[in-house]
């Protein structure tokens, strides 16, 4: 079953302007990582935040970790339509899980 | 820049056909990975093999087989295939301590099973 779950399902917005996504967990992590999907590719890591980091900084992306909600949130800040994916968080489980679990995504659609 | 491989890229299968998903990764990665990606489920972990040597099962291992060749090459066998294992496959593949690092995927097999 999966151990993150996305909010929303789907998010459609205007080039220029943010996307924020969110992410629930249900257990004890080690970390959160967040990828992106093309329609029709493979997964592309975006970035990784430990749990004992708040947030995390990678060009136009913003990434928030609140450990006592079980929570986390991907801010892409002046998005483009080349943004226009699908963006999945994963999560270990604490306890030296060797495998990461997916939620089911958020699919991000940025209009020109 | 190769990465992560998988071939083939699309296969129909008929039912209670077999064939093997072959993934090989070229970046001296100890952990590999199975998933299938459904409509609406995310992606699920079939099988994950941690270092060379070893596998072990994921959430949706039945009806599936896996071998670590070595360690570039991780292969996914299905002996008898269903119209219920028609998805999409991905490989990935990540550094000594797996989940503390990002994966890295490979682009798919889209398999069809009739």
């Known amino acids: 079953s999966q151990q993150g779950e996305e909010d929303p399902q789907a998010l459609s917005i205007q080039e220029g302007e943010n996307a924020t996504m969110n992410c629930s967990y249900k257990?004890?992590?080690?970390?959160l990582q967040w990828y992106r999907q093309n329609s029709g590719r493979g997964l592309v890591h975006l970035i990784l935040i430990r749990s004992n980091e708040r947030e995390k900084h990678s060009g136009r992306l913003r990434v928030t970790l609140d450990t006592s909600k079980k929570s986390s949130s991907l801010l892409i800040t002046a998005s483009r339509a080349a943004d226009t994916a699908s963006y999945f968080c994963?999560?270990?489980?604490?306890?030296?899980?060797?495998?990461?679990?997916f939620g089911k995504g958020t699919k991000l659609t940025v209009n020109p | 820049n190769a990465g992560v491989t998988q071939t083939p890229k699309f296969q129909v299968l008929k039912t209670g056909q077999s064939m093997t998903l072959q993934c090989a990764q070229d970046?001296?990665?100890?952990?590999m990975y199975w998933y299938r990606q459904d409509p609406g489920m995310g992606l699920r972990l079939i099988y994950y093999s941690a270092s060379e040597g070893t596998t072990d099962k994921g959430e949706v291992p039945n009806g599936y087989n896996v071998s670590r060749l070595n360690k570039r090459e991780f292969s996914l066998r299905l002996e008898s295939a269903a119209p219920s294992q028609t998805s999409v496959y991905f490989c990935?593949?990540?550094?000594?301590?797996?989940?503390?690092?990002?994966?890295?995927f490979g682009s798919g097999t889209r398999l069809t099973v009739v």
């Open positions: 970046m001296n990665h100890n952990s």
């Open positions: 990935a593949s990540s550094g000594r301590q797996g989940v503390n690092y990002g994966y890295t």
């Open positions: 257990t004890s992590i080690n970390n």
């Open positions: 994963a999560t270990d489980a604490r306890g030296g899980s060797e495998k990461l679990v």
